[in-house]
């Protein structure tokens, strides 16, 4: 006996389809954010998506990220957005923080409520850490071409001043006010290297003492991160099962 292809699950939605109907925060970021834009720069947009829980039932699970759909667009799925969060992750701490929010809903807007639960002293070794990476791959430009790149010199001071101020005051804040003619003088190369190194050095330094005495607790609200989680997860499911939302997902 043949199987009767209406019995067949409904195909899972696509990955575009995913960050189309299931969003639930986007922002631009990028230098539009930081407060350093120019006439020539891109327009990054991020978001999350609350990928619909039956999804999770099937062997193949959703994806935990799409590029796309468009250029310059990157999503998380919350839970993937939650657990680099909680690990201090600089870009999605940042995300969480943009600005320049384009749509958010009531899901969204109860993940920004909770953006201060994500907040811990790891902003310092996973702030710290990526600047460090990225300065030893200045300095290996500078060996090997004779010059950084002066973007990423410029991004590099943004970072470890966003992580010193974090620390020392326990509020992240993405745009760079004051500083942008300063940053945009590193971008544009104006800035000698070792002025530029020198302060490196020092914001490092002050990004140390910060950690010491920062209103910051030592770990992120991991409990009131996954209670969100587990009931953004159960009402998904239960819309699911009233046929709400694009084919019952």
């Given at each position: 006996m043949r199987p009767d292809p209406a019995a067949d699950p409904v195909p899972p939605p696509t990955p575009e389809t995913l960050v189309?109907?299931?969003t639930v925060y986007a922002c631009v970021m990028g230098?539009?954010?930081?407060?350093?834009?120019?006439?020539?720069?891109?327009?990054?947009?991020?978001?999350?998506?609350?990928?619909?829980?039956?999804?999770?039932?099937?062997?193949?699970?959703?994806?935990?990220?799409?590029?796309?759909?468009?250029?310059?667009?990157?999503?998380?799925?919350?839970?993937?957005?939650?657990?680099?969060?909680?690990?201090?992750?600089?870009?999605?701490?940042?995300?969480?923080?943009?600005?320049?929010?384009?749509?958010?809903d009531d899901t969204g807007r109860e993940l920004l409520a909770l953006r201060g639960a994500f907040l811990s002293r790891e902003v310092h070794r996973s702030f710290t850490g990526y600047a460090l990476g990225q300065r030893r791959k200045l300095e290996a430009d500078l060996r090997v071409h004779g010059a950084p790149r002066w973007k990423h010199a410029m991004h590099l001071l943004r970072l470890l001043t966003s992580a010193r101020d974090l620390l020392r005051t326990g509020t992240l804040t993405v745009d760079v006010g004051a500083e942008r003619e300063p940053l945009l003088a590193v971008k544009r190369g104006e800035v000698p290297w070792d002025r530029v190194r020198a302060r490196m050095d020092r914001l490092s330094a002050e990004t140390d003492d910060a950690v010491r005495r920062t209103p910051l607790p030592a770990e992120a609200d991991r409990p009131r991160v996954e209670d969100f989680l587990i009931r953004a997860r159960r009402a998904s499911a239960l819309r699911a099962l009233a046929g709400e939302g694009p084919g019952g997902c």
């Open positions: 189309r109907d299931h230098s539009r954010a930081f407060g350093l834009a120019t006439p020539d720069s891109d327009i990054d947009r991020r978001g999350v998506f609350l990928a619909p829980t039956p999804l999770f039932w099937r062997f193949e699970k959703p994806p935990a990220h799409v590029e796309g759909p468009g250029e310059e667009r990157f999503s998380w799925e919350l839970e993937r957005l939650c657990a680099l969060a909680l690990r201090a992750n600089p870009n999605v701490l940042e995300f969480l923080h943009s600005p320049l929010v384009e749509h958010v």
